[in-house]
């Protein structure tokens, strides 16, 4: 059985500041790797994927996430913050063969001016 | 742009009431899915459709059933409603390894 485990509940972190979201999954086939984004009152967005190919991946709002397989882990950074980033952030895997999406519980990322 | 739609959005009922709440997709994706998220938790797939006439349980247990007649519509269905039923439904279209696209939830409340 797969599973995700995201360490953090809750970052909170100041505006400009960098900030790393951790994502650790647990599989033992071939994964695609996916963050979603979900605003107050909002369902899930994807926010970036990883399928094949390049290890690091990157969204059009400036986070990016990477691939590392021998630490079976898929954390989530970005350089410098804005407030309108505050959302819970959820880490999700896919096995090949699974039918849908494994989830992990979620990180609250608080961004403070 | 994601085109799913969910209603109603927000919903508080008395126990023991039949409810459903509606899913409807207009991308012609032939996987829906309907997760249940609570606060603090990960989302827990209760229902899974791999096309027309097709349903299957998911990987959480639920009292909840579901229906798939046409390909656009995955409505989700409580016969009698408990307090224990409380929880944001989420529904989800997918095809290929696009991803999941999200409806907005619909926020139940049992009382």
């Known amino acids: 059985a797969q599973s995700v485990t995201q360490l953090d509940s809750q970052v909170p972190v100041f505006e400009e500041a960098p900030v790393e979201l951790r994502c650790n999954y647990s599989s033992s086939v071939s994964v695609y790797l996916f963050w979603y984004v979900q605003y107050p009152n909002q369902g899930l967005q994807l926010l970036l994927k990883?399928?094949?190919?390049?290890?690091l991946v990157e969204s059009i709002n400036g986070f990016e996430a990477e691939f590392n397989k021998s630490q079976t882990s898929f954390h989530l950074r970005k350089p410098s913050v804005h407030i309108s980033d505050t959302a819970e952030y959820f880490c999700?895997?896919?096995?090949?063969?699974?039918?849908?999406?494994?989830f992990g519980s979620g990180t609250r990322l608080q961004v403070q001016p | 742009e994601a085109d799913i739609y969910q209603t109603p959005r927000y919903l508080v009922i008395g126990t023991g009431k039949k409810i459903t709440l509606e899913c409807s997709q207009t991308?012609?994706?032939?996987?829906m899915y309907w997760y249940q998220q609570d606060p603090g938790m990960e989302l827990h797939l209760i229902h899974y459709?791999?096309?027309?006439?097709?349903?299957e349980k998911g990987d959480l247990s639920s009292e909840s059933t579901v229906s798939r007649i046409r390909t656009e519509h995955f409505p989700l269905t409580l016969e009698s409603a408990r307090p224990s039923h409380t929880s944001q439904y989420l529904c989800?279209?997918?095809?290929?390894?696009?991803?999941?696209?999200f409806g907005e939830g619909s926020r139940l409340t049992v009382l």
């Open positions: 989800a279209s997918s095809e290929g390894l696009l991803g999941l696209f």
């Open positions: 459709s791999y096309g027309v006439n097709s349903t």
């Open positions: 999700a895997v896919k096995g090949t063969g699974r039918r849908a999406l494994t």
């Open positions: 990883y399928l094949s190919g390049s290890t």
């Open positions: 991308m012609g994706h032939d996987k």
